[in-house]
Structure formats: C-alpha cells, structure tokens
T-cell receptor, first 113, second 113 residues
Framework: AQSVTQPDIHITVSEGASLELRCNYS??????LFWYVQSPGQGLQLLLK??????LVQGIKGFEAEFKRSQSSFNLRKPSVHWSDAAEYFC???????????FGAGTRLTVKP | DTGVSQNPRHKITKRGQNVTFRCDPI?????LYWYRQTLGQGPEFLTY????????KSRLLSDRFSAERPKGSFSTLEIQRTEQGDSAMYLC???????????FGPGTRLTVL
C-alpha cells in the first residue's frame, strides 16, 4: 500500500533563508508525487508534481522538488523564504491505477521576520 | 472558472443529527473526490466519482457516511447520526479525466457538539 511520511511536524526558518521540507514515500512502482500548500482556513493548492522524466521539478511561488528513487524521497526546496510562505505543506502520492491520493501528516512552516 | 466550491463553509450540529455538505466541482471535471482532514493530519480519502458513478466507496468511514453525485455535476456528502469524532474538515476535489492532480475546494468544517 502506498504511504507518505513527512518527518518534520514543524519547521521555523528566518525570512530570506533557504528551506527544505522532507517527504518519504512507500510505493511499489513509480508513483505520482505532489506537494500541496494549505493556508489557515483554506483548501489545498498544488505547488508542483512529478510524474516522470526530469527528477528536478519546478513549481509555483519559486518552489522546486527533487525525486530520488534510491531514497524514496521527494523533498521540497525554496532558496529564499518569504513571510507569505508560512503555511502547512503536504506531500502526497498517487499510484498509476489508484485514483485516490495518500497524504502525509504535513509540515507546518513558520517564518521569522 | 471559479474553482471548486463547497457549502456550507462551517457547520455546527448536535450529536445524533444528520448533516449534508455540497460540493460544486470545476465545470467539466469528470472526477470528484471527498476527503476528511482532522486536526494535525493530512487529508484522508473517502470516496470518488467519475461522472455520476461512485467508483470507490470502501474507504467511507462507516455506513453512516454516504455520497451522491446524481447528475454528474455537484455532489453531496451526508453523515447520519453524527458523533463527536466526526468533527473535522471535509474537503472536496475535482479533476478532469486523465489528469492526476486534484483541485481542492476550501472545505466544510464540521463541529459536532
């Protein structure tokens, strides 16, 4: 069965600092991988996705993520964090045949001024 | 295109009452999904429709939960005889056929007293 682990429940970074949010997945084949962001009281917004091809994918708002098959990871990065990036971030995995997504528990990002 | 909409945004009910939530997907999106999100967790898949057909419902939490999409457009999620443990955010998402990413609505927050 597919599953997602986000090891960090809460991360605090200073504005302008770099960011890396970790995501590890479990799936028997090449998965479809996603990062979503959720602001308080809001739905989820897709940041980026990986299906195949280039393992470094670019997303919106300056985010990128790298798929590493050998480590079963899909970590999210941003070179310089802005105060507006404070939110909850979710990694998700979907299978080729499945139509549901499995989400991690999320990482809450706090940005210090 | 106004995105996925959900109504109501908030619902407070007493234990034992029935509640119904509505989801209007993005126009022409064939697939519609329901998720539950509890505090501090990622969304948990409940069920999904392709047009009016409910193709997966084994993950509905109990027989008190049911969903419909009678004309392949909007969908409703009903919870009968609500319990305090049903308090959560209920999210709806939609996607076109052949597209893996899902587009989420703002959610309906249910509080059962």
């Amino acid at each position: 069965a597919q599953s997602v682990t986000q090891p960090d429940i809460h991360i605090t970074v200073s504005e302008g600092a770099s960011l890396e949010l970790r995501c590890n997945y479990s799936y028997g084949a090449t998965p479809y991988l996603f990062w979503y962001v959720q602001s308080p009281g809001q739905g989820l917004q897709l940041l980026l996705k990986y299906f195949s091809g280039d393992t470094l994918v670019q997303g919106i708002k300056g985010f990128e993520a790298e798929f590493k098959r050998s480590q079963s990871s899909f970590n999210l990065r941003k070179p310089s964090v802005h105060w507006s990036d404070a939110a909850e971030y979710f990694c998700a995995v979907a299978g080729f045949k499945n139509n549901d997504m499995r989400f991690g528990a999320g990482t809450r990002l706090t940005v210090k001024p | 295109d106004t995105g996925v909409s959900q109504n109501p945004r908030h619902k407070i009910t007493k234990r034992g009452q029935n509640v119904t939530f509505r989801c209007d997907p993005i126009s022409e999106h064939n697939r519609l999904y329901w998720y539950r999100q509890t505090l501090g967790q990622g969304p948990e898949f409940l069920t999904y429709f392709q047009n009016e057909a409910q193709l997966e419902k084994s993950r509905l939490l109990s027989d008190r939960f049911s969903a419909e999409r009678p004309k392949g457009s909007f969908s409703t999620l009903e919870i009968q005889r609500t319990e305090q443990g049903d308090s959560a955010m209920y999210l709806c998402a939609s996607s076109p056929l052949g597209v893996r990413e899902q587009f989420f609505g703002p959610g309906t927050r249910l509080t059962v007293l």
